[in-house]
């Protein structure tokens, strides 16, 4: 198998190797052949999210290098889960577990290619945890544990103040063992995670070392931080989850399309397979016309394709376009639509018998404060309805303004809109 000689090159330039064990040993490993590598995801939620895609896409690139995925989603890890600093997590039951796997393992086949000399192979580590023994398990595996390198696990020694439980404790045994099993039973010398998982990473190097007398090789992408050094993936509703169902494509385009100028070039490197001139062109214009937005732009339509599709995308930037004026609302369809109205304010919602006047339409949304500021915004022509000028006050929107039979979009001036939902 072919593989790509510049891809630690390609990976070290987009900062997506925070962490190595050896980077020379693995630029060398890399170089002489197709790697077998995993990276794992556990099913604490039934989404993923914009952490997990750094993990998704890594190893997207990895495969296109040349290199052989498997793909790891934790039954058995994630009936546990990770220890974090804010405290204990609540234990989901197996039923819920199982049904998040499945979910977890339908947003990551579409990235990867399960076809070829180097296909993608999907793993669950419940297939060979669940028959274990705790008398194997601890003669076996944590027999090569030392407590008090455990202990000075940065997440562990913050706990042990407020309260670890063995449960939690004992996690990086876990993963480690997934790391030994891929090893023996696949040949997986290499695996990857996030930054706050390097503890783990290092632990599975070791356990193979320990075990078998084994060579492995970890890396850890960074934790990716806004501009005040706060945490990405998180957003006014919650995290920035790849689930459409949780969290709309059309807020979710909005959200990269509202990235801070600073950490353009950033996440256009971590997110998109543009390549490094078609990146360092936008950070050009970027800088020379920030207020054109090219980066924003180029990394939400980006990374949105990715994620949920070309079609959907189209969808959401004519929604976009439609709501400033600039094109057909009722070409958008009424889920897109929906969703673009919800993400710019709340909808404000009226009953079919009960539709008010425009000037009161006006005032309930909140794009106007009084009724006569909503007279006065119709009377010198910048209020519309569904892109069209309003000239009547006292208007009353009918059932041949809805927009799929339920949905009214109002408009003051050229950037100010809101939805309301007629039931």
Request: overall charge negative.
């Amino acid at each position: 198998m072919t593989v790509d000689p510049t891809l630690l090159d390609d990976l070290e330039w987009r900062g997506l190797i925070a962490h190595s064990t050896d980077l020379d040993a693995l630029r060398e490993a890399l170089s002489e052949g197709s790697v077998r590598f995993y990276v794992g995801f556990d099913p604490t939620a039934p989404s993923l999210h914009m952490g997990h895609l750094v993990q998704v896409l890594t190893a997207k690139r990895l495969q296109l290098a040349g290199h052989t995925p498997y793909a790891l989603v934790g039954g058995a890890t994630g009936m546990i889960g990770d220890p974090r600093d804010s405290g204990e997590r609540t234990l989901n039951s197996l039923d819920t577990v199982k049904e998040w796997v499945e979910r977890v393992r339908g947003q990551i086949e579409p990235f990867l290619s399960f076809e070829g000399q180097n296909a993608a192979t999907m793993v669950n580590n419940y297939d060979w945890t669940a028959s274990l023994s705790t008398i194997d398990f601890l003669r076996d595996i944590g027999k090569h544990f030392p407590v008090n390198r455990m202990l000075a696990r940065d997440v562990v020694s913050r706990r042990l103040e407020t309260g670890i439980s063995y449960t939690e404790f004992s996690y990086v045994l876990l993963q480690s063992m997934d790391f030994l099993n891929l090893f023996r039973d696949h040949g997986v010398t290499l695996q990857f995670g996030g930054s706050d998982q390097w503890g783990n990473l290092t632990a599975g190097v070791e356990l193979i070392r320990r075990a078998d007398g084994g060579k492995a090789h970890a890396f850890a992408t960074p934790l990716l931080t806004k501009a005040d050094g706060t945490k990405y993936g998180k957003t006014e509703g919650g995290a920035l989850w790849l689930d459409p169902e949780m969290m709309s494509p059309y807020a979710f385009y909005q959200f990269w399309l509202n990235t801070e100028d600073e950490k353009v070039g950033e996440l256009l490197r971590v997110f998109t397979f543009l390549s490094r001139e078609e990146i360092e062109a936008l950070e050009a214009e970027h800088a020379e016309k920030p207020f054109l937005r090219a980066g924003q732009r180029a990394l939400a339509e980006h990374v949105t394709t990715l994620v949920h599709g070309a079609e959907e995308t189209k969808r959401i930037k004519a929604a976009s376009a439609a709501l400033f004026g600039t094109g057909d609302l009722r070409g958008v369809g009424a889920s897109t639509l929906h969703a673009a109205l919800a993400t710019a304010r709340e909808l404000v919602t009226v009953g079919a018998d009960d539709v008010p006047t425009i000037v009161d339409l006006l005032v309930e949304t909140g794009l106007v404060k009084s009724k006569g500021e909503a007279r006065r915004a119709v009377t010198e022509g910048g209020a519309y309805l569904n892109n069209q000028r309003v000239e009547d006050p006292e208007y009353v929107p009918t059932d041949a303004d809805l927009i799929e039979d339920r949905l009214l979009v109002l408009r003051r001036g050229k950037k100010s809109f809101a939805g309301v939902e007629v039931r």
